[in-house]
């Protein structure tokens, strides 16, 4: 959801690779289990938080510009039905992006490349 309200302000979208890239790189991004267990109202450190919302918009940026809008849509709305996330993964990306893992090991993939 972070990511999706990020994507609102072209600015950030248009930055974020370029300010996420170093973090990835040095191994300082937010590991997926934990990453997709946090909540912005919960983080109490404001370089986590500010971590966490580059990630988040570079997360959503990745799912679009890599497998598209339609399987966004599946995504989110197997999210808005109340399925787990990795379980949303599965369905809307199969046989693609399986796991949480999978998940963050494109993703650094794609940030790197």
């Not at 999706?4 to 790189?25: C, F, H, R, W, Y």
């Not at 990453?35 to 404001?46: N, S, T, V, Y």
């Not at 849509?73 to 893992?101: C, H, N, Q, V, W």
Request: glycine share 8%.
């Amino acid at each position: 959801e972070e990511g999706i309200a990020q994507m609102q302000e072209t600015s950030k979208k248009d930055l974020v690779n370029d300010g996420v890239q170093p973090l990835v790189a040095a191994g300082r991004h937010i590991p997926f289990p934990v990453f997709c267990g946090l909540r912005p109202a919960e983080i109490q450190d404001p370089s986590l938080a500010s971590v966490f919302y580059a990630q988040s918009l570079s997360v959503v940026v990745f799912l679009l510009e890599k497998y598209g809008q339609e399987a966004f849509y599946r995504l989110s709305k197997e999210l808005r039905g109340g399925r787990s996330f990795e379980g949303a993964l599965e369905t809307a990306y199969p046989g693609i992006l399986d796991s949480i893992p999978k998940l963050e090991e494109r993703w650094v993939r794609y940030i790197l490349d």
